[in-house]
Structures are given as C-alpha cells and as structure tokens.
C-alpha cells in the first residue's frame, strides 16, 4: 500500500513538473489582469477638485494645415534683467503661464504687467517679448502648436 502511495506521489510529482511553465503563466496573467483592472477601477467622480479654464484659442482661424505640427509645452526661465527676442505668433498661437517672478510683455508696443498665475494668450496678430525688470528669476510655462 505505501509502495502504491508513493508510486502515485511521483506521478502527480511528474505531472506538476511538466505542468509548472503553464501554471507559472497563469499566474502571470492573473496578476497583470489584477494590476491592469486596479488601474481602470479608480472613483467615476471628482471630489475636493475644480476645474476652471485659463484660456483657449480656436485652432482653426490660426492654422491652415495641422500636419507637421506639434503641441508642445516647455519652460522659459528669465534672469534678472533678461529678456526674450521679440516674435510673432503667426501660425503659432500660444498660452503662456507665468510660473514664478513678475515680468513685463511688449505686446504690439504695449507694455503689460504679469505675474504668477496670469495666462497670456498670443495668437497671429501678435508680435511680442518679455522683459524681467525684477530681482527675481521669472519662469513662464509657454504650451503652442509648433511647425518642425
């Protein structure tokens, strides 16, 4: 009887062996469906969190033809008494965030104050630059549509 045990015993011992691969995969694609369904079971609802638009610009009195462009994001980081070249935003319409600092915008001869928190919208009839006239560090957060 404990002959026939221990026969049986490495028959099931052989069986699991070769079946280990597969049980190894199974459990494998048991744990990703796992993580992959914790990921797209987060709340339906917001909750302690607003949202309010800054600013937007209707792409299509800007910009003939999408192809070849991007939508890019990127900082500006201006030194105490530095400024950016002057440019226009002709086929390129722009946010810019201002981050951090007070800076000031020559916009078509204009000069307008800015500071953290403000969006400043530039679209094609907009020919501008920016003057850090502070003691501190400005940094502005432009997001435009770019050509290559």
Known sequence: MMKKMMTNFGQMARR???????LL???????????????????SDSKGSTT????SI????????I?????????????????GAVHSHKGRPTLEYVLQGNVIEIR?????????????VATGGVNHWWDNRSSSTVVLMPIDVFKE
């Open 16 to 22: 699991l062996k070769s079946t280990r691969p597969a």
């Open 25 to 43: 995969l199974l459990g494998l694609v048991a744990l990703v469906s796992g993580i992959a369904y914790s990921q797209l079971s987060g709340p």
């Open 52 to 55: 309010k638009s800054l600013g």
């Open 58 to 65: 209707d792409l299509s009195k800007e910009i003939e033809d």
């Open 67 to 83: 192809s070849g462009r991007q939508l890019r994001a990127r900082t500006v980081t201006m030194e105490p008494g530095g400024h």
């Open 108 to 120: 078509n001869g204009v000069e307008i104050a800015h500071g953290p928190g403000d969006l400043v």
